[in-house]
């Protein structure tokens, strides 16, 4: 656990790259608080929201505090981990029912209500925090694991329905079973599975419910804001308050800066690639090589705080059509020239998309369609190809992984279907070979010779780290 120190002064986002403010200000500092990190409880606690919330559990129904407190607690919890599946029961008081319960089907008059969650990943930085009663520290606890939105379920409803099949398929079986005695069945030869069926199975709902179902669910003790509290909760809440205040931690400095420099402001945007394209050198090469002449620093005459905004808009659309290639001109189209100039559009999409051949591509790293390592690999090889020769053979990319998943088992996830069906969202069969779907754009290059160049870096780096699998596919 690290702690760090009391500031001096207290400054706001915006302040560290503005000067000083005066003493004299309006608005002067009335307290400083210190700030204590406790990361021992980040990797076991949710944030639960409840987009829906009823207003049979909403804090804000009863005036009683009591009454309140009882109404935002439930009853029952469950967690199934491994898919990151919450459900909580929470009762229904009768008040809610208007007095028509008699009214209403069997299937339908409910005493007690189920939430079930939808785990959405965390995009920001997000923390909980808790200041003690004096005001004096603020104990900090970063959130690692995803956020549980919570809505209302109605598996009641598919439930009753459900026992309705079963048993007409019971009846059904045993009046085929009464016909069928005592004849002899006949055997039956199945076809293997292909790889790409076995891979649509793999990826159906089907298969996504069964997995979901095989794992047992945990019952978990509830414990509200209210009663005798357990050894076992206090110990938890123990964790809460920062136990080694003698370390301190520093923000995060830029790399090619000795100062702060805001870099640590830029870290908080919620895409971690468009952060990243400021600070990492890597990705520098991209937005400009900072030992070139040529070099455009972030920064210099473009807000990068708009910027990282611009590129969180550019990622939705490149992210349409599976990531396919858009050329400039059309993503140009989609600005207002006087809010948009070229140069800040250009350092968004550096930041978030590659050039090939003159039209722009999203980064695989966002490709949300591709959930391994190695698959968004696969696509920059691709990409790759395509902009060094215009074409790609697919039966050569086949044998590439083949040799390489004979050495490294976690290329044995490609296989030929996958091969095509990434080759399709940017590429079309012609005489044999895959060529790009968009037209070469060279007026790109042309018009904006420098940027091009910062891509035509970026690709030679990108070759050197995939050099293995080119060799492999030009054999």
């Known amino acids: ?95 809610a029912l208007g007095g028509h319960s008699h009214q209403q089907a069997d299937n339908i008059h409910l005493t ?54 079963t048993q007409t398929n019971v009846e059904k079986a045993g009046d085929s079973n009464t016909t069928t005695s005592g004849k002899q069945k006949p055997i039956l030869f199945q076809k293997k599975e292909s790889d790409r069926s076995a891979s649509a199975r793999r990826n159906s709902y089907a298969h996504k419910k069964a997995s979901e179902e095989s794992e047992e669910w945990i019952e978990l003790d509830v414990h509200g804001s209210e009663g005798k509290w357990s050894s076992v909760r206090k110990d938890e809440l123990r964790k809460i308050v920062c136990a080694n205040r003698e370390q301190t931690i520093q923000l995060a400095k830029s790399k090619f800066t000795d100062g702060d420099g805001g870099h640590y402001v830029r870290s908080l945007n919620y895409m971690e690639s468009i952060s990243s394209a400021f600070a990492d050198p890597a990705d520098m090469m991209v937005m400009g090589d900072p030992t070139s002449e040529t070099t455009t620093t972030a920064g210099e005459d473009v807000d990068e705080t708009a910027v990282a905004e611009l590129a969180s808009k550019l990622v939705v659309l490149l992210q349409e059509g599976l990531g396919k290639m858009i050329p400039f001109s059309v993503l140009r189209s989609n600005f207002h020239t006087e809010k948009v100039s070229d140069e800040m559009l250009i350092m968004a999409l550096s930041s978030c998309a590659v050039l090939v051949r003159g039209n ?39 044998r590439a992984f083949e040799t390489k998943a004979s050495t490294d088992d976690d290329y044995a996830v490609i296989n030929a279907d996958i091969i095509t069906f990434v080759l399709e969202t940017m590429a079309k069969l012609l005489n044999g070979c895959w060529v790009s779907k968009v037209p070469d754009d060279v007026v790109f290059a042309a018009k904006f010779p420098k940027f091009a160049a910062c891509h035509g870096v970026y690709w030679m780096r990108k070759k050197k780290m995939l050099k293995e699998l080119v060799e492999l596919y030009e054999l």
């Open 1 to 95: 656990m690290m702690s760090s120190p009391r500031p001096e002064s207290v400054i706001s986002s915006s302040a560290a790259f503005s000067p000083i403010i005066p003493d004299d200000d309006e608005d002067p500092i009335i307290r400083s608080i210190d700030v204590f990190i406790s990361p021992e409880l980040s990797r076991t606690l949710h944030l639960l929201q409840f987009p829906i919330q009823p207003v049979i559990t909403s804090a804000s129904s009863s005036p009683n505090k009591n009454n309140s407190s009882k109404a935002t607690t439930p009853i029952e919890a469950k967690l199934r981990p491994k898919h990151n599946m919450l459900e909580l029961e929470y009762p229904i008081p009768n008040s």
């Open 112 to 165: 007690q209500r189920t939430f079930t969650s939808n785990a959405i990943a965390p995009v920001t930085h997000m923390a909980l925090a808790k200041l003690d009663k004096a005001g004096e520290r603020l104990d900090i606890i970063p959130l690692q694991k995803d956020v549980l939105q919570m809505r209302p379920s109605f598996k009641h409803l598919h439930n009753h329905e459900e026992e309705d099949d």
């Open 360 to 398: 722009f591509a999203l980064k695989s790293s966002l490709a949300q369609f591709l959930k391994k390592d190695v698959m968004k690999e696969m696509r920059d090889l691709m990409m790759l190809l395509l902009n060094m020769h215009g074409s790609i053979q697919r039966e050569r990319l086949v």
